[in-house]
């Protein structure tokens, strides 16, 4: 059986975007409740995700973006980075202990403290680029968690797996000139952010797919790619960028993946991981914006970690 840890922290609950957004609070609080109604968080080792430190950060992001983001953050009101992002009072801090729970959950998988992890953190993070904000994110939490393990801890290559719906630009854009991470993603397309569906490099495979996109294609995608490409890369951990709104009840997007599908590419995965590199999964919270969708897809998808 797997150890599985689950990192997170309240001051990712205190961030909000104002009362009608749909990355609220609301997305952990649901998380949380499901896994101590079940029961579930007493099976898990949790963990309190530190605050990420500057210089991890300038891993993914260049040091005038992290340090002009300690600058402007309000200390009242919001500010608005984008259309859609915007910092308010507790922004900064949650973000902080977002990208600090990545980096937590690296060192504790690669200490074989831990099988592997989730982390149930926001602000999301896979549409932050190395110099901007955008899409409700702040700092690239995948991305720092992966630098942390190649750069600080000497790993040779690992992959990042982004199963949102929308494509990871941000993710794209910091590994661009990265080789020693493989990038799998699927993503509707066209849909935010608008781009993703041109070759950037042989080590960046991201799978537009239409409207209406159901799981059995997903699945393919996995078996009949993703695998193959993985056995070739022979990384030596995996990086999930765990988003759930490809759900067909998720209104943000029109896929149509189910709760069981969320099951099988996590099985597979962990048993990919299991076979080739002693289980070594870190999973982050992206997107997912449908509650009751969100907390259920999510406990399954520690189930499957865990096998619980
Ligand atoms: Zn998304």
Redesign the pocket.
Known sequence: MSTTALVSHRDCWLHSMGAMHPEAPERLSVIHDALVGLGLDALLDTYDAPLAEPAQLYRAHSPAYVDDLFEIAPEQGFLRLDPDTAMGVHTLRAALRAAGAGILATELVLDERVTNAFCAVRP?G??AERLRAM?FCFFNNIAVAARHALDARGLERVAIIDI???HGNGTENIFAADPRVLMLSFFQHPL?PYCGFRPVASHLHNTPVPTGTKGERIRALVEEQWIPLLAEHRPQMLFISA?F??HREDD??SLGLVDADYVWITERLRDYADAHFQGRIVSML????NLPVLSRCVVAHIRALAEL
């Open positions: 999301p896979h549409h899409g949102d719906v929308h935010y988003g709104d490809a943000m997007a992206e997107g997912g914006y």
